[in-house]
């Protein structure tokens, strides 16, 4: 595991989360559910003012001084702040954690600076594992309160407050008449190859009453999104997608959850093309729907 926070020491007083551009974007939602399931256990969230972000597109394309510009100011960010670094993202989280350094190797005291940020690094599903021992189910009945909400960038390292959440894409972990809900988990490439975290979201999702986890076929198998590959290859990309939604209407899920925005939202297009009624949305909205109310949602 990242030396962001380990398990092994009391759990922190505050947090940094590192909202990424994808799901600041495009699904806050998953977001503002990393910030409730955090604060649920105690500990205070913080979100930097300034962040866009990682610099990995313009990295994987060939763009060094670009991609060095955008990272060389979200390390500065992160640099003055205190606390783990919680990234809900594998592939925003390989990018500092094992690329940035890499990106700056020709600037020393940048790449110094560099791995003292990757060494408070931690995917948020590996984090959350870790502070919620030993079980979920113990874990989600520790605080009432309501859901927390906040503004990405409006002020400098404000902490989030529980006010009001945004709606999830996400159905209610059980309907009315008692049926869980039929999950498929999708393994994003840089969650699993670059970050090596193939147990923690899996584990999670087990430990909640509300979920039937459903075995999903070739499920290390890319959906080829991929960045920038999906631009550059549509037609491989397409096919992958394919097969990969093909695999999930298999399976029997009514959700597929994964801990990429990017791999979600690729997801979320090739199932409503295909006229799918399988939603997508993020493990971290599946495990802060686990003790919401249902009540006023349809079965």
Not at 104 to 131: G, I, K, M, N
Request: with cysteine; hydrophobic share 40%.
């Amino acid at each position: 595991m990242q030396a962001g926070y380990e398990g092994r020491e009391p759990p922190p007083a505050v947090v940094q989360l590192f909202p990424t551009c994808l799901v600041n974007e495009f699904m806050p939602e998953a977001a503002i559910a990393a910030v409730e399931l955090i604060e649920r256990v105690g500990i205070r969230v913080e979100v930097p003012a300034g962040l866009t972000c990682c610099g990995q597109p313009a990295w994987n394309a060939g763009f060094a001084a670009e991609a060095k510009a955008v990272a060389r100011r979200t390390l500065a960010i992160l640099a003055a702040t205190q606390g783990p670094i919680v990234i809900p993202s594998g592939s925003c989280g390989d990018m500092l954690i094992h690329q940035t350094a890499e990106l700056f190797r020709d600037e020393p005291r940048t790449a110094a600076q560099a791995r003292v940020v990757a060494s408070r690094c931690v995917e948020l599903t590996q984090f959350l594992a870790a502070v919620t021992k030993p079980t979920f189910g113990v874990w989600i009945r520790l605080s009432d309160s309501s859901p927390a909400a906040f503004r990405f960038g409006s002020e400098p390292s404000v902490s989030s407050t529980p006010t009001a959440t945004t709606a999830s894409t996400c159905p209610p972990l059980q309907s009315r008449n008692g049926t869980a809900v039929r999950v498929a988990y999708h393994p994003s490439c840089h969650l699993a190859r670059g970050l090596g975290i193939r147990d923690a979201p899996v584990e999670l999702l087990k430990q909640v009453p509300g979920i039937d986890l459903a075995p999903l076929a070739k499920s290390d198998e890319c959906c080829g999104f991929g960045g920038l590959f999906s631009v550059k290859q549509p037609e491989l990309s397409g096919a992958m997608l394919d097969a990969k939604c093909r695999a999930i209407e298999a399976s029997g899920a009514a959700v597929v959850a994964s801990c990429d925005a990017g791999c979600l939202l690729h997801l979320m297009g090739g199932l409503r093309r295909r006229g799918s009624t399988v939603r997508a949305c993020h493990v971290a909205e599946l495990l802060a729907g686990a003790s919401r109310p249902t009540e006023g949602h349809a079965p």
